[in-house]
């Protein structure tokens, strides 16, 4: 093993996440020095590449709460990166609608959350304007959300990873955290190839990210679980069916937004996800499975006690992840008119969905704080969004201890 580097700071994980955290520390002061440690042979390989690449506006966040404080900073913060760096994307809004009259509650509730959370441009479309956003869209009711919009947070990550390294920092490809040391005032991280020397770390391993807290702490209160996220594509020629990206009404008690329509920046037509338990942690396929990640999760007292809440919820989610037909059932609920046929499967992606031992589904953002460290253990939809702003909280909190 090589002989260590001295950092100010190692930022574990080359996801959106940890990028933007180096991309704002360089932004405060760029005389830092920055390590960026990445598992795989390139950035932003899992959670952000596996991303829909939605703008999210920050309708769904409780007001107040990390994710609405995060989101809506965010958001402007993400679009003015863009326009700096001749990122595409296109702010083409979207709809969530209620299918039927049992879900007009829940839709109301969320507009006027929207309005809490400053989004004073949505608007409520009755049942006879809907088809003038979405012709082929059944609803009775409906928010136009105009602030959405989508975007290949892929290309984003290779504009930060480029702009880091120039201010400096460097991004250690390949390299997997095997040890931390902590020191009084410092750390030693061993990766699979080199060992190196910081005074401070920041974990922003997303799917790994309680794993590398249970490197200095064996008392993390929180477990990743997760959840596997499986779409499909619309055809070429059945793409006009969709004009931009048709959302269902959540449901409040569960953290994901149900199947639903995105357009794509390339010009495809994302159709889902479901969200079904992943036998392994980076399981993207039906068949992948870890016996050792999967029994750390059956094992998690947090994560039984989710499962016998919500079995209904899960064995529903299972059964449309093996049948096509159940899919595109719950997709006709906003689009009758798809069919099998028009549907092909694409690439799934895996939520690293933190559980805490009481059975919590955690909703907001996590970040926990230790001498030498932070850590972030929840970062799910909309971190991507976020990034920048979460970037900046974290790199204030980081430099504050230095």
Partial sequence: MEASFKYDFIIIGGGIVGLSTAYQLLQKNSSLKIAILEKENHVAAHQTGHNSGVIHSGLYYKPGSLKAKNCLQGYQMMIDF?????????????????????????????????????????????????????????????????YTGIIDYSQVCEKLAENITELGAEIYLSHKVEKIENYTNYVVISTSQKEFEA?????????????????????????????????????????????????????????????HFTRMIDGGVEAGPNAVFAFKREGYHKSDFDFNETMESLAWPGFRKVAVKYWKTG?????????????TKALQKLVPSIQEGDLVPAEAGVRAQACDKFGGLLDDFKIIEEPNAIHILNAPSPAATSSLSIGKTIAEMALARL
Avoid: W
């Avoid at 008392?219 to 499986?230: L, Q």
């Fill in 82 to 146: 863009c326009d700096e760096n001749n990122i595409k994307y296109d702010l083409c809004g979207k709809l969530v609608v209620a299918s039927d009259e049992s879900e007009i509650p829940e839709l109301d509730k969320l507009y006027q959350r929207g309005l809490e959370n400053g989004l004073a441009k949505n608007t409520i479309i009755e049942q006879d304007g809907i088809k003038e956003f979405e012709p082929n869209l059944r609803g009775v009711k409906a928010i136009h959300v105009p």
């Fill in 199 to 259: 005074s401070q770390y920041i974990n922003c391993a997303g799917l790994y990210s309680d794993k590398i807290a249970a490197l200095t702490n064996k008392d993390i209160d929180t477990r990743i679980i997760p959840f596997r996220g499986e779409y499909y594509m619309l055809k070429p020629e059945k793409r006009a069916l969709i004009k931009n990206l048709i959302y269902p009404v959540p449901d409040p008690n569960f953290p994901f937004l149900g199947v």
């Fill in 315 to 327: 064995l529903g989610e299972f059964y449309r992840s093996f049948s096509k037909t159940a899919f």
